[in-house]
């Protein structure tokens, strides 16, 4: 049997008063504390090279060419299947490190590359599978739009510069070194 | 000609004070969402307007476009009448409150030539008519209660009848003793006792009659820590629980229109009403302001107080109204009066 001892109340205390001004000084205080709540569309939250948001096709800086060969590795890697790809050829030049035009060459890139992002579950395995460095998790979060139509973005959308996606093109080489280093079957 | 000034300095000062009373009961209902965020760490409504101003209206808005729904079972005609009848008798309350001595409209003057004070109807028995329309407000909350035909809402309508009813005594006898000291029913004749220098506030000459009417004010208002009428955790919404819509925002409306006038009646017995401490001829927006600006303190009080203490237990809330609260106010008032008739007079 539990016996719950109850505490003897002094006379201050039976009187009530002091301790409702005790309560009240400390509220009083606590309303000049900062505030804990943050000002979600303009203090957005922090991202680092870990978060995987949307993914994002990476372009070369100098010329602004984008990387992807449409080879459809992502496309198949997809297990929401939500990427589509129709690729072409296209004439691109080889440049030297002095920007002197050496020679042409034909390389594929994607004519139509649509992500729907309704389906898109965000697993990162695209940028596992590319095999060309050219699709990455960018830390973009913002997802909504009026329609279900301008939810599958295209490559107008979908195109960032390298430079941008940076931070984590770094990462998963980073991850992938750790992740080979202690791999068996190399 | 008189009687067309007459009226329109009638309809001119209803206009004024009425607007008043509706903007600053808004604004406290922005102010209570405001200071109850910033004691638990958060922001408030900054969204709407300029920190948040308009969220008042926003709400407005939102509560006229709701649908209105009544309950099948409830008694339609009392259903629709009761938040009238909740918000009437708490803005009526004002008609009587004077905001300064002496009325800034032109042609302004009682029968003796002089010059009204600064209220829509500066009535001698102002004390007593605030009271009844206090004391009518139950009305409203009883009749919300027992139309909604639910177990919740007539709990809460009891409560709050049973409530009201106990703390109205106390308060009205605390009142009394002011009533005594200063020899008047009349809201200006009592503000006018107290003005010149801050220690003739009968806050310090009656501080057991001010904490007693000042709790029993609470009570009186259903607000924390009495608000049992409607009691979430217990009671859902009390006797507002079956309310939707505009109705709803009438209780709403109704209950902060109340908490203003209780709050000036506060002032008006105990802190000075609309007299400038230490200046006692101050020209009457002067006095328009000190009158708000205590009102406004006090208004925070009651905001302050909510978010601060917990609730009652219903009985210990009867036990404290009809145990402490209605001894001690007699025995105050005995002794104010024994004091004033052994003083001889005023």
């Known amino acids: ?186 | 000609m008189e009687m067309l000034i007459t009226i329109a300095v009638i309809v001119a000062k209803i206009t004024c004070i009425y607007g008043g009373m509706i903007t600053i009961a808004a604004l406290t209902t922005l102010a209570e969402r405001k200071v109850s965020a910033w004691i638990q760490f958060r922001h408030g409504p900054n969204r709407v307007g300029p920190w948040g101003l308009l969220q008042p209206l926003a709400d407005g808005v939102k509560f006229i476009f709701k649908e209105e729904l009544v309950p099948d079972s409830a008694n339609k005609w009392m259903f629709r009448l009761a938040p009238a009848l909740a918000a009437m008798p708490a803005m009526m309350g004002v008609a009587v409150i004077p905001f300064a001595a002496e009325s800034p409209f032109y042609g302004d003057v009682n029968q003796a030539g002089l010059t009204n004070p600064l209220a829509i109807a500066d009535l001698g028995i102002g004390v007593l008519f605030i009271l009844a329309f206090s004391g009518l407000s139950i009305y409203g909350i009883i009749l919300g209660g027992w139309a909604s035909n639910s177990k919740f809402s007539l709990l809460g309508a009891i409560r709050a009848t049973a409530q009201m009813v106990s703390y109205e005594l106390a308060m009205i006898i605390s009142i009394m003793a002011i009533v005594v000291m200063s020899g008047s029913f009349n809201l200006t004749e009592i503000a006018n006792a107290q003005s010149g220098e801050i220690w003739n506030w009968n806050i310090f000459s009656q501080p057991v009659a001010f904490m007693l009417f000042l709790i029993a004010t609470f009570a009186e208002t259903n607000r924390h820590p009495f608000d049992f009428a409607e009691c979430e955790p217990e009671l859902v919404g009390g006797f507002h629980t079956e309310f939707s819509s505009m109705r709803f925002a009438l209780f709403f409306l109704g209950e902060y229109c109340a908490i203003f006038v209780m709050c000036c009646m506060t002032v008006l017995f105990f802190l000075g009403g609309f007299h400038v401490p230490f200046w006692e001829e101050a020209p009457w927006f002067l006095q328009v302001g000190a009158m708000l600006a205590k009102i406004i303190a006090l208004l925070f009080l009651f905001i302050w107080v909510r978010w601060t203490i917990p609730r009652f237990r219903f009985d210990q809330l009867m036990g404290l109204g009809w145990k402490v609260f209605l001894p001690v106010a007699i025995v105050n008032l005995l002794i104010t009066g024994g004091v004033v008739s052994f003083m001889g007079g005023n």
């Open chain 1, 1 to 186: 049997m539990v016996v719950v001892k109850r505490k003897t109340l002094s006379f201050s205390e039976k009187l009530y008063l002091p301790e409702i001004f005790k309560g009240m000084s400390m509220t009083f205080r606590a309303m000049f504390k900062p505030r804990v709540t943050r000002q979600y569309p303009e203090e957005p939250l922090p991202t680092s090279e870990v978060t995987r948001g949307q993914p994002r096709l990476a372009t070369n800086d100098e010329d602004g060419s984008i990387r992807c060969v449409s080879c459809g590795l992502c496309e198949v890697a997809c297990p929401a299947y939500a990427i589509t790809i129709d690729g072409q050829d296209t004439e691109r030049s080889a440049i030297t490190i002095s920007g002197d035009v050496t020679e042409k060459f034909i390389e594929r890139e994607p004519k139509e590359f649509e992500i729907d992002m309704l389906r898109c579950i965000l697993c990162g395995f695209c940028e596992e599978a590319c095999p060309k460095d050219a699709i990455f998790m960018s830390d973009e979060l913002e997802l909504a739009d009026f329609t279900r139509k301008d939810l599958i973005y295209g490559l107008d959308k979908l195109k960032r510069p390298v430079s941008q996606l940076r931070p984590r093109i770094d990462y998963i080489y980073k991850v992938n070194e750790r992740w080979q280093a202690s791999s068996s079957t190399r």
